[in-house]
């Protein structure tokens, strides 16, 4: 008897754009259904959102494909943070601050406190993204998510778990797709903190992909009994909360449900050892005849668990990038008095131009990460779904920090990077972990990809598959009359688009007042992007129906994009800073990624303002890291 998980068939009108493609590319009825049913997932997702918002409205996906680049659409608002939220948020900073000073934030295991929990609940962290109606401070995602790398300077695992909890853990699936019922049950708990959430989507067999989900939860009266193992679940230990995907008749649903405070023969943890996420609980669960009320499922009005898990993921990725932009903020805090501090032949490092262009470097990371935020929050905010722009803050955050930690950080500070009680050395598998959170960054390249092209692909090349399938044609031969005839019908919208689009005069954006560089690299992003347009559909007219193989050419072209995008929305945000030192910062990040883009070596003019930057930041004028206690410096030596 086979073992595979049975996923319900789509009627031929209900097929997706995804399992179409691979059906006509070849692939087998599994491998098309499987994809098509993630594909499915995210169509429902959209749907969510008004047409405005939705991924083919987007800045990120306009920006390609419509004749000029929406350049006001990458401008953030200011943030602007009710009184009483802004309470919390420093309440909460406070609380923690005092129990580092204290030494009092961790327990004997390395575990946040229950001490430090309980404050924090006092102070309304846990409902900082919870309705005013439930007893939370509804608070804008604007003012959240730079808010945690506010808080991530103070302790990064307390940011992370912020996010746990309101973006992928219980708060954002009850407040989204819960009844009346269901919300009055958990949201008042959500938001005191007497039910701290995660969301338990991973299972041994299922990662990136979620069709091999094989939890179940069958209904038994008013009871759902569900059995299944989880794994790689943060944020869990006994009596917390947690948003269950399982397959209930064979298609997945999210249930809402409290763990029981002590393990039994219905439920038990699965421990293990994991280097990253320390300081928090990671572990499996098992359920065994596990119940849970009827009344605890979610009944999203569109789509289904797959629905659920999708539409969280966008502030969980966000809030990544958010956190590392915090943690980079200690990282260049702590490199700092190292640099004044170690000598070499009778000179500070601090002095040497390796060391001021890593410092220099590492903030732009930081305004670069600042920028992403607070547009990608921005958008959230303004109802965008943010599907493209999220993908783009997530992957930029983790590999920004992951270089800075490698490259600047371990590299500055050297052989001492390794003892035990340095920040590289303690925590080097937090700084890399985040590659993998919220979906691994290549992965998430290609899913960047499949955003971009798949309204242009439905609109022009669906049709001439669908054309020469219905015609028994593999492969066509234009020599071939019939053959030749038949394109022409179907493939006459796209050479029209086609033409236009080479023809047609380029439009210039309309950017804001900006200094002369930053200007200059706004509009390198935007001819760049705009030129994209013919090379994103140049490849999927090469490759056909095998594009779903080339994951380096999607992936390498999605980057690309991204860096573009990334540009783009430093440059602008960097025009409204008042700050000389943060617009110093984004340029020569923006540079560095032109740099990287273009394949061209860094000129005598970068190197001397990338050297002069670092210098101005030895001497404290990068103020954002202002407060951030530096780590001791360990074996100390006599210097004279």
């Known amino acids: 008897m086979s073992t595979e998980t049975p996923i319900s068939s789509d009627s031929p009108e209900e097929t997706s754009f995804a399992e179409t493609a691979l059906k006509l590319g070849g692939k087998s009825d599994d491998e098309a259904r499987r994809t098509g049913a993630i594909d499915k997932a995210d169509d429902q997702v959209e749907a969510l959102f008004a047409p405005q918002y939705q991924t083919i409205s987007s800045p990120a996906h306009r920006a390609v494909w419509d004749r000029g680049v929406p350049a006001a659409e990458f401008v953030s608002a200011p943030v602007k943070t009710p009184a009483d939220v802004q309470k919390v948020m420093d309440s909460s900073v406070a609380v923690v601050q005092r129990h580092c000073r204290e030494q009092s934030l961790l327990d004997e295991a390395g575990k946040i406190t229950n001490a430090a929990l309980e404050e924090l609940s006092g102070a309304g962290y846990w409902g900082l993204l919870v309705d005013k109606e439930y007893g939370g401070s509804g608070a804008p995602f604007s003012s959240f998510a730079p808010f945690l790398s506010r808080m991530a300077m103070a302790d990064p695992t307390v940011a992370g778990l912020a996010s746990v909890h309101g973006c992928i853990g219980a708060v954002d699936p009850v407040r989204t797709f819960g009844n009346a019922e269901q919300k009055q049950k958990f949201l008042p708990g959500l938001a ?29 009266g008013d009871e759902y009994v569900v059995n299944g193992e989880k794994l790689f679940i943060t944020n869990v230990v006994g009596g917390r909360t947690i948003g269950l ?26 421990s293990y050892g994991l280097w990253a996420l320390k300081h928090t609980y990671n572990q499996g669960m098992i359920f065994r005849d596990f119940r849970v009320p009827a009344e605890n499922l979610l009944t999203p009005i569109r789509g289904d668990g797959l629905t659920v898990a999708y539409h969280g993921l966008n502030l969980g990725r966000i809030s990544l990038c958010a956190n590392a932009a915090g943690v980079m ?28 262009r890593r410092l220099a470097e590492l903030a732009g990371l930081i305004v670069a990460c600042d920028s992403l935020v607070a547009w990608c929050a921005d958008l959230i905010d303004r109802g965008y779904r943010g599907e493209m722009e999220c993908i783009i803050a997530k992957i930029f955050g983790s590999e920004a920090q992951k270089h800075a930690a490698i490259e600047y950080f371990m590299k500055t500070h050297g052989g001492r990077s390794f003892l035990h009680g340095h920040l590289f050395g303690d925590h080097v598998h937090e700084y890399l972990a985040p590659c993998i959170y919220e979906g691994e960054g290549e992965m998430l390249g290609m899913a960047f990809f499949k955003s971009l092209v798949k309204h242009h692909g439905k609109t022009y090349f669906e049709p001439v598959g669908k054309a020469l399938q219905a015609a028994g044609i593999k492969k066509p031969n234009p020599l071939n009359p019939a053959h030749a005839v038949m394109l022409m019908r179907v493939a006459r ?25 930053l200007r200059e690299h706004a509009e390198f992003a935007c001819d760049r992007l705009q030129r994209m347009a013919l090379e994103v559909s140049g490849t999927m007219s090469k490759f056909q129906l095998s594009l779903a193989d080339r994951q380096c050419r999607m992936a390498e072209i999605s980057q690309r994009c991204q860096d573009l995008i990334t540009v783009l929305c430093t440059s602008l945000y960097a025009a409204r800073q008042q700050d000389e030192i943060v617009r110093e910062s984004a340029d020569i990040a923006c540079q560095c990624l032109i740099q990287k883009y273009t394949g061209r070596r860094p000129s005598n003019r970068y190197f001397r303002q990338v050297t002069e930057l670092g ?24 210097t004279s």
């Open 615 to 638: 210098q101005a930041i030895v001497e404290g004028q990068f103020k954002s890291i202002a407060g951030v206690h530096p780590d001791e410096i360990l074996m100390h030596y006599e």
């Open 329 to 356: 903020r200690v990282m260049l805090a702590s490199m700092i008095p190292w640099t004044k501090f170690r000598v070499t032949y009778s000179e500070p490092i601090a002095r040497r131009e390796l060391v001021q």
């Open 245 to 270: 995907v399982c397959l209930v008749d064979e298609k997945p649903a999210v249930l809402i449900t409290d763990l029981p405070q002590q393990e039994n023969e219905h439920f038990q943890f699965r």
């Open 192 to 220: 005191d903190g007497s039910r701290l959430s995660a969301f338990a989507l991973t299972e041994p067999c299922a990662g990136s992909d979620l069709t091999q989900l094989r939890t179940t939860a069958r209904l038994e």
């Open 493 to 517: 919208p796209y050479m029209m688009w086609l033409t236009a689009r080479k023809l047609l005069p380029t439009v210039s954006p309309q950017l804001p007042g900006m200094t002369k560089p």
